[in-house]
């Protein structure tokens, strides 16, 4: 099961599941598939409070049982109250709080700096290919992907249309998605 505090970047998750309205019933499943010691951001905020601190327990029954992470997108205080591994949000909301593993998605070299001076861990840096989330939107294609990587003075994970076939030709092979488990 993972710690708080883990001894060192080395030992965060690889992969990461990120919930939301359209993977919820399929979250179980996917979970058990996924290589123990994987991660799950829990989104979900399309439940009202108590719907969604139900649904985030019995994820995280199920995230343990498999030994995975589950990071809560919230703030850093809920995330400690909710007994999750880390938080995921806005690098705003990041900057205070108590200390816990922290994740930001970032688009830009601008986002980068905020996630740095918010003391994120992880960035999510997103959207590498076309998602189905954001239909049409611009992406950054893996040679921006690489230049954006290079300024991240922490470990990137790529997030937006990927799937284990896409990880495999990227070098960092850190990785996230919403649809490619379900």
């Known amino acids: 099961m993972p710690n708080r505090q883990p001894p060192h970047p080395d030992f965060w998750p690889d992969i990461w599941l990120i919930s939301d309205a359209r993977n919820d019933a399929a979250l179980e499943k996917a979970l058990a598939r996924l290589p123990r010691g994987s991660g799950l951001v829990f989104r979900h905020y399309h439940l009202p409070p108590a719907e969604r601190r139900a649904r985030f327990e019995a994820l995280r029954r199920a995230a343990r049982r498999f030994g995975h992470w589950i990071v809560l997108s919230g703030t850093p205080r809920e995330a400690r109250q909710w007994r999750a591994d ?10 205070s709080g108590p200390a816990t593993l922290r994740l930001v998605t970032v688009h830009s070299l601008h986002e980068l ?10 960035v999510l840096i997103s959207p590498v290919f076309t998602t189905r989330s954001h239909p049409g939107a611009a992406t950054l294609g893996p040679t921006r992907f ?6 991240a003075r922490v470990p990137v994970i790529a997030l937006g249309g990927m799937t284990s076939r896409r990880a495999r ?8 998605a919403i649809a490619a488990f379900g």
Not at 86 to 95: F, T
Not at 113 to 122: G, N, P, V
Not at 169 to 176: D, S
């Open 169 to 176: 030709t990227l070098p960092n092979r850190k990785w996230a």
């Open 146 to 151: 690489h230049l954006l990587a290079a300024h």
């Open 86 to 95: 880390g938080v995921y949000g806005a690098q705003e909301r990041l900057a």
């Open 113 to 122: 700096a905020k996630a740095h001076r918010a003391r994120a861990d992880i």
